[in-house]
């Protein structure tokens, strides 16, 4: 009797305790495997590991960053960190950065992903829309800003001149300016957030909403027993991804402010180009990387483990 | 089989390491091939790109199997440079932007035995030539600068140029121009360098020569820098500024110039080239700096573009050739005419085009004393940053002075031990 390929299927489907034989053409080739991890791995000691071990070790020097020689320094680099008012404010405008920009990220991502979750016409050219600026260049994206906010010719002006009012200079003030470039972030990677919240929402099995509706659930509770807590993991991801990314803030910045007024609008990641490039003091640029490094992965650790105790109590 | 493959696998991923560590190279030849490699410091666009290309061309024809590389410069020269100097692979010649001896000397080769050495401007000896005469590169121009204004904003406010020799001549002047409705100050704050540009053209008229002495020493004078932030400040209070100084680049500056929308500018010359790009007939000229201790009215000078040779360089020959092809008069006057500056060596002739009327009253005549840069001489390498920023911090009030002052004066000492 010849077995179809169906019968065996169902066979083995049935059979749970079922593994492939250890024939030639099923043996698993972990070793195989293994090795193919090595130019991974190669690429990430070379671009990940080593530039991280030798900006540790550069941390503890007085190098200038760009002459043969320099001098160990020990903890001195880290000793300015903590004096350094220059630096206070820089971090404090990472942390606007980065948790402005995933509060309003989360906020209206997911209203957008629930609004085009709907059946609706055009809803896939809007999510493509919402979507097109994750893909443009932040610097692109900056300059687009830019040119819309400068003074003379820029087209926010024009409009205001046009209905009679007055220039503004939008990029004149801290506040302002801080705003600004929360909200250019915020308008780049909503689209992200949007997609992930999007993709999470069209897992919940649409059975939880009839058996809900069946008890007499509808609109707020539905959202909030039974969307919330089963899309956590889209929670977790969306806003892990935005607040590294914020953290990181760089190419918005020195397109559209250069870090001005001042040092008012840099982030952390602005400032150690500006330490290391143009105040040439490369150790200490190098001691700010390694903070910033310690503040983000302790960030996202503490972040991870309190999203998965939700998930999990979910 | 098995042992294969592992051994394939890992042989490639060891060569797609190593070619890695060598892509960036610790070939201090620079130029691949033969070629030489000059790193030009200036925008693919710009006249003197356009000069450097037809001259190398000429140069290549007449030096059979030299090829030379001309790289333009991406916005941050300085920032590439210092890449290549800190990963050994090192230019053959790039354009050392002020700094050929204090930053780059200990990278360069000595070039004061060249023959176009004897013809280096006047202007260019201080900050150019070290102690024992050494000199590392090979100027184009000179970069002679005081306060560029419109003549017919000037005109129309009552103003002449020749009145202001004191920073409260200068206040008046400014009154009277913003009574006109013009703006008295064009600054590009976007840009933010040219906002350290306020410091190197006032602090030479406010530190007396003692204390320049004791900066030069490591002693940072506190009283006299708060004065020049204090006149900065002051510019501030009277709403001298233009309102979109935050968003204004140099191309902005260059362009209120040509339209006659600002008084004056405190930027180099090559910003009145521009504003000649947008205006041919612009009256713009530029004039000697006031003071502020009652001394004569001085115009700034430096380095601008001057061309240095790598010490190490595998080409030692083709470069000194190219510099010298390049420092013959006729083609120094092209070069020099490019950049819109007086050329670097005194065999060339001057072509300033429409400043040409500033340079023959104040600097051919010698009537006017010139002083180096401020922050080249006396602020220790890696100052300029700190200057720029603080700077723009009493300018957009987001720093007193005092705060400003003591945040160079924490960074003056700094780099001063760092130096040493």
């Given amino acids: ?314 | 089989m098995r042992r294969r493959l592992v051994l394939t696998a890992a042989i490639s991923a060891l060569t797609l390491a190593l070619t890695g560590c060598t892509g960036g190279g610790t070939d201090s030849g620079g130029g691949k091939g033969g070629q030489v490699e000059f790193l030009t410091g200036t925008a693919v666009d710009s006249p003197l790109y356009g000069q450097y290309q037809d001259l190398v061309k000429k140069f290549e024809a007449d030096h059979s199997g030299v090829k030379v590389n001309l790289v333009p410069s991406s916005t941050d020269h300085e920032g590439d440079l210092k890449v290549r100097l800190a990963s050994g692979n090192i230019p053959d010649i790039w354009m050392t932007h002020g700094w050929s001896l204090l930053r780059y000397g200990k990278f360069l080769m000595p070039l004061q035995n060249e023959p176009w050495a004897k013809d280096l401007a006047p202007a260019l000896k201080p900050a150019m030539l070290g102690q024992g005469g050494e000199l590392y590169a090979m100027p184009v121009d000179t970069d002679i600068a005081g306060l560029l204004y419109n003549a017919d904003v000037l005109a129309e406010a009552g103003v002449k140029p020749d009145d202001i020799k004191t920073w409260d001549d200068f206040n008046r002047a400014a009154a009277a121009i913003k009574a006109k409705g013009k703006t008295p100050i064009y600054a590009a704050g976007k840009d933010q360098w040219p906002t350290g540009l306020f410091v190197d053209w006032i602090a030479p008229g406010v530190f007396s020569e003692a204390e320049l002495k004791s900066m030069k020493e490591g002693t940072f004078a506190e009283g006299s820098y708060t004065k020049v932030l204090d006149t900065v400040g002051a510019f501030r209070e009277a709403g001298l500024f233009n309102k979109d100084y935050s968003s204004a680049t140099t191309d902005n500056v260059a362009r209120a110039l040509a339209e006659g929308k600002t008084g004056f500018s405190f930027l180099m010359n090559f910003v009145a080239t521009s504003a000649f790009e947008y205006k041919k007939d612009a009256r713009i000229g530029f004039m000697p700096v006031p003071t502020a201790n009652g001394g004569e009215p001085y115009l700034i000078s430096g380095e601008k573009n001057a061309l240095g040779i790598n010490k190490d360089t595998k080409h030692p020959k083709e470069a000194k050739e190219l510099l010298a092809f390049l420092a013959q008069p006729e083609n120094l006057t092209k070069l020099a005419k490019a950049s819109g500056s007086a050329p670097g060596l005194t065999s060339a002739q001057s072509d300033l085009g429409g400043l040409q009327s500033s340079y023959d009253t104040y600097v051919k005549s010698g009537a006017v004393p010139t002083v180096p840069y401020f922050d080249r001489v006396y602020m220790p390498n890696g100052a300029w940053d700190t200057m720029v920023k603080t700077t723009d911090g009493v300018v957009t009030k987001q720093s007193t002075v005092a705060d400003s002052v003591a945040k160079v004066k924490t960074d003056f000492t700094k780099l001063y031990a760092q130096a040493k």
């Avoid at chain 1, 190669?42 to 002459?67: E, H, I, K, R």
């Avoid at chain 1, 919402?130 to 906010?149: D, K, N, W």
């Fill in chain 1, 1 to 314: 009797m010849v077995d179809s390929g169906i019968d065996t299927a169902v066979r083995r489907s049935a059979d749970a305790t079922y593994r492939p034989t250890a024939g030639p053409r099923h043996r698993p080739r972990q070793g195989l495997v293994n090795v193919l991890y090595l130019p991974a791995l190669a690429l990430l000691a070379m671009f990940t590991a080593y530039p991280l071990v030798n900006g540790v070790g550069l941390s503890f020097t007085d190098w200038d960053g760009y002459s043969p020689g320099h001098h160990l320094v020990g903890l001195e680099n880290y000793q300015r960190l903590l004096s350094d008012g220059t630096f206070r404010t820089v971090f404090v405008n990472t942390l606007v950065y980065a948790l402005g920009s995933t509060v309003l990220q989360q906020v209206l991502g997911l209203g957008l992903a629930l609004a085009l979750d709907r059946p609706m016409r055009g809803r896939a050219l809007l999510r493509a829309i919402i979507y097109l600026p994750v893909l443009v260049s932040p610097v692109i994206m900056g300059t687009i800003y830019y040119l819309l906010l400068q003074y003379d010719n820029g087209a926010l002006n024009d409009i205001v001149v046009a209905l009679g009012g007055e220039q503004q200079a939008w990029l004149s003030t801290t506040t302002g300016s801080v705003a600004i470039i929360v909200a250019v972030n915020t308008i780049q990677f909503v689209g992200l957030s949007m997609i992930i919240y999007l993709a999470g929402l069209q897992s919940i099995p649409t059975m939880y909403y009839e058996a809900a509706r069946l008890d007499g659930a509808s609109g707020w509770s539905l959202f909030r027993r039974i969307t919330v807590p089963l899309l956590q993991p889209a929670f977790a991801t969306s806003i892990v991804l935005n607040l590294i990314g914020g953290m990181k803030l760089f190419d918005v910045i020195k397109v559209l402010t250069g870090g001005g007024p001042g040092y008012s609008t840099n982030s952390v990641s602005t400032f150690i180009g500006l330490t290391y490039f143009n105040a040439q003091s490369a150790g200490y640029a190098a001691a700010m990387g390694v903070a910033l490094f310690a503040v983000i992965m302790i960030m996202t650790l503490v972040l991870n483990a309190a999203l998965n105790k939700r998930r999990l109590e979910a």
